[in-house]
């Protein structure tokens, strides 16, 4: 049954191993000149003085393939449509599921063979997709340092939502038996159960650290930029929360050395000259006084994060839900087919 299931299959596995040879030869070509220009430009700029410039210059280089890997969540969408949601559903769509499930082989049997060599493409296909956008993008990420905001397109949190997706679309054409249906069904069930994970669940794998910062001038000393800020809201010695502040401090001149900040009040310090200045911005002096009249409000930002020491403690937890996941809707439709 296993090697008929494979040939049954293998048109839609030699579409995948095309594409990712196709891919992987694109980044095979792309990816020593990323790192080297990684090294040679990013590398040491700070000495020179320019990493603004050079960071903006590496991170447009070659827009296609990041522009790929940015849409790569659809690749957990597309499995479920196209491999998961047919098994069943295509089934019944042709009314060959009469034939193969009179046969000697029982249904359990039948689907625990299509599943298998299904599941097994799933994980071989994600795997090594992500592997090499793992690896390709590697020098982007580490001049980005958001490793958080790319946690659904890097190292093995992508494998378990292809397999969930591929899950969810055999139990969803098991449940619907038609094809349509349950492709676009796979669709709005991977996007909702996604989006609860992003929301709901993965801010809460460990409990959240919290911290109180100063705000100033030039905006928070916060925490470290790789980190995942939750939550953050800029509040008084009191209590009151000031969510206008929250992207930055706006102050507004209303007369010769007086000062509103934005939200907040009338600075009660004089401010020795004006809010302009060079591209670095206001002189020091007036820094100064902008920051007593910050201080004179006792004003600082209450920030809920998750360090990014946790980083791959998330991305195993992820995982591990929705391996589990997935075979609980595997099972699902092993006992759902038994129904009459």
């Known amino acids: 049954m296993i090697w008929f299931a494979w040939r049954q299959f293998r048109v839609q596995a030699l579409i995948a191993l095309v ?76 009314g060959t599921f009469r034939l193969a499930w009179t046969q000697s082989v029982s249904r359990s049997g039948w689907l625990g063979a299509k599943v298998l060599v299904g599941g097994l493409a799933t994980l071989v296909t994600a795997g090594a ?36 997706a591929f899950a969810l679309g055999v139990a969803l054409g098991a ?38 910062f100063r705000l100033g001038v030039s905006g928070i000393a916060g925490p470290n930029q790789a980190d995942w800020t939750i939550s953050s809201v800029v509040k008084n010695a009191a209590g009151k929360v000031f969510p206008q502040l929250s992207h930055g401090v706006d102050f507004r001149p209303i ?18 000259g004006s809010l302009g200045g060079s591209q670095s911005g206001p002189p020091k002096a007036v820094r100064a006084a902008l920051n007593k009249c910050i201080d004179s409000f006792h004003l600082h930002e209450s920030i809920v994060y998750q360090p990014v ?32």
């Open 309 to 340: 020491s946790r980083y791959w403690s998330f991305q195993w937890c992820e995982l591990a839900s929705l391996v589990v996941l997935s075979l609980i809707l595997m099972g699902f439709s092993l006992w759902w087919i038994q129904r009459p």
């Open 255 to 272: 007369g010769k050395g007086v000062v509103a900040l934005a939200g907040v009040g009338r600075c009660p310090n004089t401010i020795p």
């Open 175 to 212: 449940v619907v038996r038609r094809v349509i249906p349950a492709m676009v069904l796979s669709i709005a069930g991977f996007a909702g159960v996604s989006g609860i994970f992003i929301a709901y669940i993965r801010p809460h794998y460990f409990a959240p650290r919290m911290a109180n």
């Open 19 to 94: 594409l990712l040879l196709a891919l992987g030869a694109a980044f095979l070509v792309t990816g020593p000149h990323l790192l080297h220009t990684y090294h040679s430009s990013i590398v040491g700029c700070r000495a020179r003085r320019d990493c603004s410039a050079a960071k903006g210059s590496y991170l447009s280089a070659y827009p296609f393939l990041q522009n790929l890997l940015t849409e790569s969540p659809l690749l957990p969408i597309l499995i479920g449509m196209f491999w998961g949601a047919p098994i069943v559903a295509r089934e019944f769509d042709t």
């Open 129 to 164: 997709f992500t592997l090499m956008a793992t690896w390709w993008s590697s020098p982007l990420d580490r001049v980005r340092d958001t490793p958080f905001s790319l946690f659904n397109t890097r190292d093995i949190v992508p494998v378990g939502y292809a397999l969930f």
